[in-house]
Nanobody, 119 residues
């Protein structure tokens, strides 16, 4: 069964850091591009970052300078390291995978992990 499962969310104080993970099962992630998105009641989908199969990465404005996307193909897992978290970063964070290895249309989606930034 093909799945992407996110983990690592939780409650963090403003200014803190958190790393969320995206574990793939049922397929090998190394030939896929992986992106991170987030969802809030106000925004259904906001793309944050993407890493291609050849490890080129790009970031959108909300993530640039604070978040880092990475992958560990040996673990079939991708990560999003988040620093300098703000209350506005509170959201459900989820990942997606693109079978062509480029950051384009995504074939598989995870369900998400909740990140809450609050004191």
């Amino acid at each position: 069964q093909v799945q992407l499962v996110e983990s690592g969310g939780g409650l963090v104080q403003p200014g803190g850091s958190l790393r969320v993970s995206c574990a793939a099962s049922g397929f090998t992630l190394d030939s896929y591009a992986v992106a991170w998105f987030r969802r809030t009641p106000e925004k259904e989908r906001e793309e944050l970052a993407c890493i291609s199969s050849d490890e080129k990465s790009y970031y959108t404005d909300p993530a640039r300078g604070r978040f880092t996307i990475s992958r560990d193909n040996a673990k079939n897992t991708a990560y999003l390291q988040m620093t300098g978290l703000k209350p506005d970063d509170t959201a459900v964070y989820y990942c997606a995978a693109d079978k062509y290895g480029v950051c384009g249309d995504f074939d598989y989606w995870g369900q998400g992990t909740q990140v809450t930034v609050s004191s």
